[in-house]
C-alpha cells in the first residue's frame, strides 16, 4: 500500500517549508529534498494553489509556507492530492463480483480510518519544538 | 493510495473462491474475475503456499479453498501480499529529512490504523448468508 508519489513530495515539501522561517525557492527544495526539480515545481504549483505555500515575487522571490496552513492536517493534505480514489479499483476493469461485495465497504472503513489518524495531525505539530530547527540543518543546503 | 495489484487479485480470488463449494482452476478463476491468466496463476500460488487454497489432484484437479481459512482475516491477508513496506518509500532513495521527520512515525499509526480494521473482517464473513450465493452467479461462468 503505497501513497502516490506526488502526495509524499507534498508532505515533504510542506515539512520542510513548514519549519524555514524564510522564502525559499523550487531549486533549493529540490537540492535539499533531493528529489527531482520537475516535480517539485508541479508539487509547488499544487501547494500554491491550496494555500499552503504562498508566492513572493521580485528579485528575492519563491515561496514561503502560509502561516494559516500550519492549522491544515496531514488527512486533508492526502485526501487533496489523492482525491477520493479507493485504495482498489473496483471499476477500472469493471470487477465482476462488485454486485455481491463486501470487501468494498470494509476496504472503505480501513481507509477511512487511515485518513482518522491523519485528521488528528496538523503540519504545524510536524515542526513543533525541537524538530524543525533540526529539519533545516538537513539536506544538500540549508534554507 | 493503492494495495498491489497482486493482493486486490488474491482478495478478489479468496473471496470466490470461498463462497464456491467446489472446486475450480486457474482458467475458470481467470474468466470469473476477468482477470489475466498467468497473473492468476501466480497469485493462486502464494494462497496455496499460505495455505487459502488446497490443490485436488488428479483428472478433476484444480485449487479448493482451505476450510481453515474461513477464520483468517482480511488484515492478515493483506499483510501477507504487502509485506512490511510503508505507505511511503523513506529510504529509496533516502529522504535527507528522516533524522527529524514525525511524519513517518504518523503514517505508519495510520497504517496500523488501516490495518486493524481489516482484521476484524474474515475471510468467512465475506461470503456469510446471501452474498456467497450471489458471487456465484457473477462473472462469465458459474464455477
Known sequence: ????????????IAMLTAASPGRT???ELAVQLALPRNHV??????LQRLGVLVTIRGRAG??????????LTVGAMVRA???DDEVVDCDRPACPLRPACRLR???????DAFL???????LG???????????LTLGGRPL
Open 1 to 12: 500500500m503505497k501513497l502516490n508519489r506526488s502526495t509524499d513530495m507534498a508532505l515533504r
Open 25 to 27: 525557492t523550487v531549486d
Open 41 to 46: 515545481a508541479k508539487v509547488v504549483q499544487r
Open 62 to 71: 519563491g515561496v514561503v509556507f502560509a502561516e494559516e496552513a500550519t492549522a
Open 81 to 83: 492530492f489523492e482525491g
Open 105 to 111: 465497504g470494509e476496504l472503505r472503513r480501513a481507509q
Open 116 to 122: 482518522g489518524v491523519l485528521d488528528q495531525v496538523r
Open 125 to 135: 505539530d510536524l515542526v513543533a519544538g525541537s524538530a524543525g530547527p533540526v529539519l
